[in-house]
Each structure stands twice: as structure tokens, then as C-alpha cells.
């Protein structure tokens, strides 16, 4: 079984800075893409920022150039930086993997509990 907790998430003022993170754990024999999504009050959940397993990176154009996503393969981890907050940023933040376990051949995909992140003054 494999499972995604994510963490970091809280009550920030707009122009703050939060670290989100996300640890895969369980049966896992690889990692391929890890995503970060959001999904603000009232509306659709929507793809934040993706890095494969060999490190290409793309972003969202709401975030790019002050959120920064990152990997740290030997804890299967993945990190998002989110600087320069607004209040827009609000929503919960889903961490996705796709992942392929020592028991399946197929690679399948994770999805973490959420966290919340509001900004706001």
C-alpha cells in the first residue's frame, strides 16, 4: 500500500512564504512524475506545478517565477516553495505521484490527503 501525506500547509499574510511538503511511502519501487494541484473554494482543481523523475520542471503561468517545486528522490519527497503569497493562492493543495509499486507491473496514480493553505490578512 502506498500512501502520500502531505504537510506545511496554514494561515499566512499575503507576501509571505510556505513550504509545502509531500512523502510517498509504502511498497514503492519507483516515482515518476510528482504534481502539486490546487483546488480553490468553489471552483475546479487545477495543476500547480509538475517535475519528472529526471528533473524537467513546469509551472502553472498563476505561479510561475514565485512557486518552486522540488524532488528529493532518496526520501521520496516532493517540496513546493510558494513565496510572494496572494490571496488567490488560497485553496488545498493535493500532492499527486505516479508510481509503480515491487508488486504491480503498471504504474498507478497517488493522490495525498490535502492540506490547506490560506492567505490572508
Known sequence: QVQLVESGGGLVQPGGSLRLSCAA???IFSINRMRWYRQPPGKQRELVAVITG???????DSVRGRFTISRDNAKNTVYLQMNSLKPEDTAVYYCNADIRTYTEAAWYDYWGQGT???VSS
Open 25 to 27: 511511502s509504502g511498497s
Open 54 to 60: 529526471g528533473g524537467l520542471i513546469n509551472y502553472a
Open 116 to 118: 490547506q493553505v490560506t
